[in-house]
């Protein structure tokens, strides 16, 4: 019996349940159309709770998943009567259990089951950081070859919270090349016989992962909310939310009113936020993103500097934007870091970069006015809780196995690199 069918958004065209990236017909994405069209909470610890929603045949058993609670002392500060937080990453006080410390662990499990239903057996992904590590941990846990990209300034992000194992293939880019440098090195290593790309935001299992921090903050709250509050990079975090909303929505039980995202992106380096402000689909390079490589270096939060974000493609970030009225702020680093203290201070939990960069946009909305003091605010702590972790345990660096000159090096060079 059949969980879901996947569905282009464009022609409309429907798929099995299979890994499956890209229509035939089109460049548009693909989006999972549950049978499921009511939300039945499974008995599973972490993100499985949501098996209604996620793209698999067995129900995920994994400890991590999201956390929603009400704000107390940041919410009082800002004069906030509703505001809760959903919180991905380590803080076992409040049942938050990613040990990874960001919400790409809520995608990386869907979609190593996802590609192990589907046959497959290794998956090749590009990544500022976060992503890999998350795709790292689920590989040692499970075995399945995980060839992950990184550029230098990602390095230090690459560790684990157990022995890296022999299946995690760690490749590093020399210093000078970005994030997107290693997501076109991983586009031609994907096209080598038994690889799959992990793909980022036309990944279904990615989007429905990612998705459950709102549905988890729905099945708290009671409703959903009418703010989402969230630092962007791909954006793919929007496009998650936006989508899980319209399966509430069509489920009845959590309100009619789609929650307004209201995004930020951390300057100098801000594409979707200066074409969101110019009221377009497009991203232009010479105005949006001039100078990329050098913003890119002069950007705090590294991991929200992607210059070719689904912004434009349909079901992307721009038709999330549009359908939910959303509103997009460019964050400077001052704010950031001001808004992580703050936070830090008030709600007793160390958070990363884009997470600060999220908390700062909330405070700017205040600010503006763009936020009701009773409306129903989510703030999405994205990720978190590593130094808490580091309490418990002693995060281990994860051994790169090659290293990438440009995105254009020969691949023999890494594969033998891989197979030393
Ligand atoms: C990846 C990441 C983001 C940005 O997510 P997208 O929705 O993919 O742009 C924000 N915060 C944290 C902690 C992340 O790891
Ligand atoms: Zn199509």
């Keep these: 019996m059949g969980r879901f069918t996947l569905k282009c958004l464009k022609c409309g065209s429907e798929y099995g349940q299979t890994y499956k990236l890209t229509c035939d017909n089109d460049n548009a994405l693909l989006r999972a159309d549950y049978v499921e069209k009511h939300l039945e909470l499974r008995a599973q610890p972490g993100v499985g709770r949501f098996h209604s929603w996620l793209p698999v045949q067995e129900e995920l058993r994994t400890e991590a998943g999201p956390i929603t609670y009400r704000s107390e002392a940041l919410a009082k500060e800002l004069g906030l009567s509703n505001l809760y937080i ?49 795709f790292a941990h689920v590989s040692a846990l499970t075995g399945t070859d995980v060839y992950v990209v990184v550029p230098d300034s990602g390095m230090p992000k690459m560790w684990l919270p157990e022995e890296p194992t022999a299946s995690v293939h760690l490749i590093r880019m020399a210093p000078g090349n970005d994030y997107t440098d290693a997501i076109n090195l991983a586009g031609r290593l994907a096209n080598l016989p038994g690889m799959v790309s992990e793909g980022g935001a036309r990944n279904v299992a990615r989007r429905d992962g990612m998705g459950t921090v709102m549905l988890d903050a729905a099945v708290t709250i009671g409703r959903m909310p009418d703010h989402y509050f969230q630092a962007v990079g791909s954006g793919t975090g929007g496009i998650s939310v936006w989508e899980a909303s319209l399966r509430l929505r069509e489920d009845g039980r959590f309100g009619t009113k789609l929650p307004k995202l209201q995004l930020a992106q951390n300057l100098p380096f801000a594409p979707m936020y200066r074409a969101w402000e110019a009221g377009r689909r497009e991203i232009i390079p010479d105005i949006d993103m001039k100078n990329a490589k050098e913003q ?59 997470s600060a960069v999220g908390v700062a946009s909330l405070l700017k909305a205040v600010e503006a006015g763009k936020v009701g003091k009773a409306d129903c605010i989510l703030l999405n702590v994205a990720g978190g809780g590593v130094e808490r972790l580091k309490e418990d345990l002693t995060p281990i660096p994860i051994p790169s196995v090659a290293t990438a000159r440009n995105p254009e090096v020969p691949l023999e060079d890494l594969i033998e690199g891989i197979e030393e």
């Design 296 to 354: 890119i270096e002069e950007t705090y939060a590294s991991v929200l500097t992607n210059r070719a974000p689904p912004y434009p493609v349909i079901g992307g970030l721009y038709d999330a934007l549009s359908d939910t009225d959303g509103i997009m702020y460019g964050i400077t680093k001052e704010e950031a870091l001001e808004a992580k203290k703050l936070f830090e201070d008030l709600e007793g939990i160390d958070i990363l970069p884009p």
């Design 86 to 134: 959903g919180f991905s990453g380590y803080w076992p006080e409040k049942g938050a259990l990613i040990k990874t410390c960001t919400f790409k662990e809520l995608e990386a499990h869907p979609t190593m089951q996802l590609l192990k239903e589907s046959g497959g057996k290794a998956i090749v992904l590009a990544s500022a950081g976060n992503t890999g590590r998350a």
